[in-house]
């Protein structure tokens, strides 16, 4: 659990007297205006192949209602409802800036008798137990301040039997993709985040949190330990992503 730990330990702003939640939520705030543009820049559009990929675990279970944690600006809501056509989706996140991003664009596609968005927290979600039909989370767990505690929260409203698929940035181990990874992320990522985002620190937290997030085999057994049941870890793009899957 000691990798975990560590991970709760990374912060966006080192000097800030805030708590990592409340970190996030103003980094997130500050950057929502760009993310959408980075997040595709920078992953060169893969990020749209592996979410792509994630939504294709819930397909044959054919979900009604779908909860979308850390939905950020939206975009793996509005996959998930043109791929999977549920009857409808709320997303949460604790950024209203980035909510708000999302809204216009839902908004914009006339989704917003399908899709909703709303302010709220990973480890206190504001519904009854055993709600959702399935729940989604892209490139969000790692940003929680407590992760177990998050994902016995998406296990309390997940029906029995229903899925929870998780899409989280991993550490590549294959030479030469893990040198060319480090270099991108520790050096080039920032100075991207600086000009487009006029964020260096958002996006120097990234490498970090992705390095001291518990990963594989480790964030398996944190899913069971959490009394999640039939937890697979598929690695996508030379290790660059992982999609983590686990059943109420």
């Known amino acids: 659990m000691s990798e975990n730990v560590n991970a709760q330990k990374i912060v966006p702003f080192a000097e800030s007297k805030l708590s ?99 302010l709220g927290d990973s480890e206190t979600i504001s519904f009854p137990d055993q709600t959702f039909d399935a729940i989604t989370v892209a490139f969000g767990v790692r940003n929680f301040e407590n992760l177990e505690k998050g994902l016995a929260e ?13 899409l989280e940035f991993s550490n ?19 100075l991207l985040g600086k000009w487009v985002a006029k964020s260096k620190a958002a996006y120097s937290y990234l490498p970090e949190s992705v390095k001291a997030f518990p990963q594989g085999e480790v964030m398996c057994n944190i899913l069971t330990n959490t009394g999640f049941q039939a937890v697979t870890c598929k690695k996508l793009t030379f290790g660059i992503c992982s999609i983590y899957c686990a059943t109420r």
């Open 20 to 118: 990592k939640k409340e970190q996030i939520a103003s980094m997130f705030d500050d950057i929502a205006f760009r993310y959408d543009f980075l997040n595709h820049f920078m992953s060169l559009g893969i990020d749209v192949i592996w979410r792509k990929k994630a939504l294709g675990y819930l397909k044959q279970h054919r979900p009604k209602l779908m909860l979308d944690i850390a939905t950020g600006t939206g975009d793996f809501a509005i996959m998930a409802n043109k791929r999977l056509q549920p009857e409808k989706i709320i997303g949460i996140d604790i950024s209203e800036g980035m909510l708000e991003v999302g809204r216009q664009k839902i908004a914009k596609q006339g989704l917003t008798d399908k899709i909703t968005l709303q």
């Open 154 to 166: 998406m296990r309390r409203v997940l029906k029995p039997g229903a899925k929870l698929v998780i």
């Open 172 to 190: 590549p181990t294959v030479f030469p993709i893990k040198q060319l990874y480090n270099l991108y992320f520790r050096y080039i990522t920032p």
